[in-house]
């Protein structure tokens, strides 16, 4: 038997995985022409939807950049007390099931809440999720790079007179710039899409994920495609304009 090329086993799996599902939207959202299509994202529920969906991304993705970068200087340069629990605990989003990170929020910020705290079923709480969902990208696109930074030039910069604030802003953080791009990139792709943790808290908060959950379960097949191609196209889009954004900056 022939040696399949590894190439050819690559481009199999990742036609059945990824350019198949992805492709089936497609037809299905424009089967009956472009004039449904247009029709279902025309809607006060759809537009809505996406306007709520696009803000509390931004917002959760800028938050997560700025707590990101910093949680990832604190685990490279820094040692403290507690410091692997902590650098394992960056990865629990990762782990953790979706659902249960929504039932542990409801516990946080329910009815019930123990801090009294109550912003279940409020866009306040949709922002915590996100936030919790997408903390982990930020920090492990940055941290290898933070452990590949040569110190000698931020001891000469040091030796030179410049603050500690100077080093960072004018060394490390240019360093860091295309890791952090890429990171809020995928935190924001994550964030569009986020379904499992909202699906207890949101209540009636319209976003997009939880739009298109609602149309599959209304037999409405054709707005949810449509709805999901929208988001697919966004998330590609945000991704390659970063990484292209990131290259240069890296040059």
């Given at each position: 038997m022939a040696r399949v090329p590894l190439r050819v086993v690559a481009l199999v799996y990742l036609l059945l995985l990824l350019v198949l599902p992805?492709?089936?939207?497609?037809?299905?959202?424009?089967?009956?022409?472009?004039?449904?299509?247009?029709?279902?994202?025309?809607?006060p529920d759809a537009i809505h939807a996406f306007a709520v969906t696009g803000s509390v991304a931004v917002w959760s993705v800028l938050a997560n950049t700025i707590f990101g970068v910093g949680m990832a200087v604190l685990l490279v340069r820094h040692r403290f007390p507690g410091k692997r629990i902590i650098n394992a605990l960056i990865d629990l989003p990762f782990a953790l099931p979706t659902v249960v990170a929504a039932l542990t929020l409801l516990a946080l910020y329910g009815p019930d809440s123990p801090f009294g705290i109550h912003l279940a079923y409020t866009r306040a709480v949709v922002l915590v999720a996100l936030l919790f969902v997408t903390l982990p990208f930020v920090v492990r696109s940055v941290q290898p790079v933070l452990l590949e930074i040569d110190k000698?030039?931020?001891?000469?910069?040091?030796?030179?007179?410049?603050?500690?604030?100077?080093?960072?802003?004018?060394?490390?953080?240019?360093?860091?710039?295309?890791?952090?791009?890429?990171?809020?990139?995928?935190?924001?792709?994550?964030?569009?899409?986020?379904v499992g943790s909202l699906l207890i808290i949101a209540g009636k908060v319209q976003i997009a994920s939880l739009v298109i959950l609602n149309d599959i379960e209304s037999d409405a097949p054709h707005a949810a495609a449509s709805l999901s191609l929208v988001l697919i196209v966004l998330s590609l889009i945000v991704l390659v304009l970063i990484r292209r954004l990131g290259g240069r900056v890296a040059h």
């Open positions: 992805v492709g089936l939207v497609v037809w299905r959202t424009f089967e009956h022409g472009a004039g449904p299509f247009f029709a279902a994202l025309s809607t000698e030039v931020e001891e000469a910069a040091a030796s030179l007179g410049a603050s500690n604030a100077v080093i960072f802003k004018r060394v490390v953080l240019p360093a860091l710039r295309p890791a952090i791009l890429s990171g809020a990139a995928l935190a924001f792709a994550r964030a569009v899409g986020e």
